[in-house]
């Protein structure tokens, strides 16, 4: 309606006046007579190195899988378009009291192929969910002793409750750069990109404001659309060899990436992936042991669902488990899990795992149950060779 009175109103003005107007007109009206959103930018902020040493003569970021003496550039970019839900904060025990919304500009990571015949792959970091801060926060609050006794013992468990901004995020990146199939893309000469996560979508929102925990926007398909857009236009690649993989909440993103456009890559690999999200409440982890006892746990848990997704049908929609035959998903996927996962049950994969072993041709999907008491099943040097052999047999 706004464009159309700016239209009407411009024949009757000045020359001059209305060649202003023409150009306010066209930057700021869309086809549905909305304002129309400017297009993300990337800004370079740094570069880490990768490497499999710490140190002067080796990297920022440690990866202990790659070979003596190999180290690789990792440049980081923001996206100030893309704000994390809140500010940074060390004070575990105030959160979200002690952080201001909005937070600083989302954050990714990219090494370019090493030649423009080699494949790309983005690789998604996990804890990507906002009610494991939302609970974790509970959690503190409720027994802030024990909170910090456990933060003391465990230093690593901060990553609970650093996900919603963007030192979670980098967290993440690091995370990732420090992983086996980081180690073996780039050894192999493959370039890399991840994407940060710092708004608990679990790679959904369009930039909707989520009113769950911390009232705000949530960007996180826009995200990782966008690095992923960004990241093939830049650097010169073989297009018939594109790859993503994600474990835990990064899988969990693989299949967000999947639903949202089957064809986004040639192949796809998860491992142990928070694929049905309903299965937190009806088959939770042993973790979440800790916070049944704590008065608003399950409320706080079911507004998550309601909050991101309306419905609890429309939560169990966002899985790959539900969707790949009803959709006809053809993706070649290899799907690697445990029964025995201590945070990822069975409630939570089996759906995924039944609509595979369904699918046919059986040859565009493996299904590996490792059996382990591990999270995270790709682990080792040899089996992220192994997922990188399997994803590059298969081409657009």
């Known amino acids: 309606m706004r464009c159309q009175l700016f239209r009407t109103t411009m024949r009757r003005l000045p020359s001059?006046?209305?060649?202003?107007?023409?150009?306010?007109?066209?930057?700021?009206?869309?086809?549905?007579?909305?304002?129309t959103a400017r297009e993300p930018q990337a800004r370079r902020i740094g570069a880490w190195r990768i490497a499999a040493l710490e140190g002067p003569q080796g990297g920022d970021v440690v990866n202990g899988f790659l070979s003596a003496g190999k180290q690789f550039v990792a440049e980081i970019y923001e996206v100030p378009e893309f704000p994390c839900v809140r500010t940074d904060s060390d004070d575990y025990l105030h959160i979200p009291e002690a952080t201001e919304t909005p937070g600083a500009p989302a954050v990714?990571?990219?090494v370019p192929p090493?030649?423009?015949g080699a494949p790309v792959i983005m690789l998604f970091h996990g804890n990507g969910l906002d009610f494991i801060e939302a609970l974790a926060s509970l959690f503190v609050h409720a027994a802030p002793r024990t909170a910090m006794q456990i933060l003391q013992q465990q230093p690593g468990f901060a990553a609970f409750i650093e996900i919603l901004n963007r030192g979670g995020a980098m967290r993440g990146l690091r995370g990732e750069a420090g992983g086996a199939i980081a180690a073996a893309a780039l050894e192999r000469g493959w370039g890399i990109v991840v994407p940060g996560?710092?708004?608990?979508d679990g790679g959904h929102h369009r930039g909707e404001v989520v009113d769950y925990y911390i009232r705000a926007p949530r960007y996180g398909r826009s995200m990782d659309d966008f690095v992923w857009r960004w990241f093939r236009q830049r650097f010169r690649h073989d297009h018939r060899r594109e790859y993503s993989f994600g474990c835990s909440g990064g899988g969990?993103?693989?299949?967000q990436l999947l639903l949202a456009d089957p064809d986004a890559v040639a192949a796809a690999a998860l491992?142990?992936?928070?694929?049905?999200?309903?299965?937190?409440?009806?088959?939770p982890p042993g973790l979440f042991a800790l916070l049944r006892g704590i008065?608003?746990?399950?409320?706080?848990?079911?507004?998550?669902?309601l909050a991101h997704y309306g419905t609890w049908e429309n939560a169990a929609a966002q899985s790959l488990g539900t969707q790949l035959i009803p959709r006809g998903i053809q993706t070649p996927i290899f799907l690697a899990f445990s029964r025995n996962d201590p945070l990822v049950t069975n409630g939570i994969t089996h759906r995924l795992v039944e609509a595979l072993a369904q699918r046919s041709p059986a040859d565009r999907q493996v299904v590996w149950d490792t059996e382990e008491p591990v999270h995270c099943q790709i682990n080792t040097l040899s089996r992220a060779e192994a997922v990188l052999d399997w994803l590059e047999q298969w081409q657009r």
């Open 108 to 110: 990714f990571l990219a």
């Open 114 to 116: 090493s030649d423009p």
């Open 295 to 305: 008065p608003g746990y399950l409320e706080r848990l079911d507004a998550f669902y």
């Open 16 to 35: 001059l006046f209305l060649a202003l107007l023409v150009g306010m007109w066209t930057v700021g009206c869309g086809d549905d007579g909305e304002p």
């Open 271 to 283: 491992d142990s992936p928070a694929d049905y999200l309903p299965g937190f409440k009806d088959d």
């Open 197 to 200: 996560n710092c708004w608990g």
């Open 252 to 255: 969990q993103r693989t299949a």
